[in-house]
C-alpha cells in the first residue's frame, strides 16, 4: 500500500462529508496521530482521528466518482477546482518570513517541461498546506522568502475556514485574506517561493508522488515566461510507479530520517 505523506483529515470529513472513524471501541485498533518533527525542537499532534489508508482511499474514488476531477497540466483551471497529480516532487515545511522556528506551512513542488503533458512552456506544480497534516518528518526549509507573508497566511487561513466549516475556494483569493496588493504582486510572490524551491531541490532530487488537490491559483498568462499552478491538497502519496524508482527510493530515506 502506498506510504502517504499529506492527509487532510479535514478536507475528506467536510469537503466529502465523509464520516469519521468512531474512537468508541476501538482503543485497540486506532492508528497514533501524527507527528511532525519541525525544526528538531516541537513536535505537533493531531486531536483528531488519522484517517486510515483505506478511508484515503474511499476518498480518492470518490472524488474520482463524482467530482470530476482533472489532470492538473490541463489548461483553464480556476479556484476551488478538483484535480489529480502524479510527478517528482519535493516537500519541505517553511515559516513565515519575518517569523521563527517552528515552521507551519508544508510546500511540496513539481515541474513539468515544455513539450510534455501537452505544455508549450514549463510548467510549476505548488502544493500548499499546514504541517499538521504531515505523516512523516518534515524536511526544514527555513523562511518562506521575501514579501510573502501574504502567501504564507493565506496559506493558513485556507486550513482555517475548512476546520470552521468554509469548504469554498472563491474566484478572488483576496475574498479569503484582504490585501492592498494587486493581482501581480500576489502573482509575483508565489512565482518567488516556487522559484526558490525549484532551484533548491531540482528534479533529480524529488520522489514521485500523486494525489488529489483543489485549485488556488492558476497563473498562466503573458507576465511569466513559466505557468504556475497553486494548490492545496487533500492528501500527498507516493506514486506506485515509483516503486523501483531509485530516486523515490532515496526521497523517502531522507525523510524518514
Known amino acids: 500500500m502506498?506510504?502517504?505523506?499529506?492527509?487532510?483529515?479535514?478536507?475528506?470529513?467536510?469537503?466529502?462529508?465523509?464520516?469519521?472513524?468512531?474512537?468508541?471501541?476501538?482503543?485497540?485498533?486506532?492508528?497514533?496521530?501524527?507527528?511532525a518533527d519541525i525544526s528538531g525542537s516541537t513536535t505537533w499532534q493531531d486531536s483528531q482521528s488519522t484517517a486510515?489508508?483505506?478511508?484515503?482511499?474511499?476518498?480518492?474514488?470518490?472524488?474520482?466518482?463524482?467530482?470530476?476531477?482533472v489532470d492538473f497540466t490541463e489548461f483553464g483551471l480556476h479556484p476551488n477546482q478538483w484535480i489529480r497529480f502524479d510527478l517528482a516532487m519535493a516537500q519541505v515545511a517553511v515559516h513565515e518570513d519575518s517569523g521563527r522556528p517552528p515552521e507551519d506551512v508544508a510546500l511540496f513542488v513539481g515541474s513539468v517541461p515544455s513539450g510534455s503533458s501537452g505544455q508549450p512552456r514549463d510548467m510549476g506544480f505548488l502544493l500548499c498546506g499546514?504541517?499538521?497534516?504531515l505523516r512523516t518528518h518534515a524536511i526544514v526549509g527555513g523562511r518562506m522568502g521575501s514579501d510573502t507573508t501574504w502567501l504564507h497566511d493565506l496559506i493558513l487561513e485556507v486550513e482555517d475556514r475548512e476546520e470552521n466549516g468554509v469548504n469554498v475556494i472563491p474566484e478572488f483569493l483576496s475574498e479569503i485574506l484582504p490585501t492592498r496588493k494587486s493581482q501581480q504582486l500576489m502573482e509575483t510572490a508565489t512565482q518567488g517561493v516556487y522559484g526558490w524551491l525549484n532551484?533548491?531541490?531540482?528534479?533529480?532530487?524529488?520522489?514521485?508522488?500523486?494525489?488529489?488537490a483543489i485549485v488556488l491559483m492558476d497563473i498562466d498568462n503573458s507576465s511569466w515566461f513559466d505557468r504556475?499552478?497553486?494548490?492545496?491538497?487533500?492528501?500527498?502519496?507516493?506514486?506506485?510507479?515509483?516503486?523501483?524508482?531509485?530516486?523515490?527510493?532515496?526521497f523517502l530515506r531522507r525523510r524518514n530520517r
Open 52 to 69: 486510515s489508508h483505506a478511508l484515503v482511499q474511499r476518498a480518492r474514488r470518490k472524488i474520482e466518482r463524482e467530482l470530476l476531477p
Open 130 to 133: 499546514s504541517v499538521r497534516h
Open 228 to 250: 504556475l499552478l497553486v494548490a492545496t491538497p487533500l492528501y500527498v502519496e507516493v506514486s506506485t510507479e515509483s516503486t523501483a524508482n531509485s530516486n523515490s527510493r532515496r
Open 2 to 35: 502506498p506510504d502517504l505523506i499529506y492527509v487532510s483529515e479535514r478536507k475528506i470529513y467536510g469537503r466529502l462529508g465523509m464520516q469519521a472513524p468512531s474512537q468508541k471501541g476501538l482503543q485497540g485498533t486506532l492508528k497514533i496521530p501524527p507527528i
Open 199 to 212: 532551484r533548491r531541490y531540482p528534479p533529480l532530487t524529488r520522489g514521485r508522488l500523486r494525489g488529489h
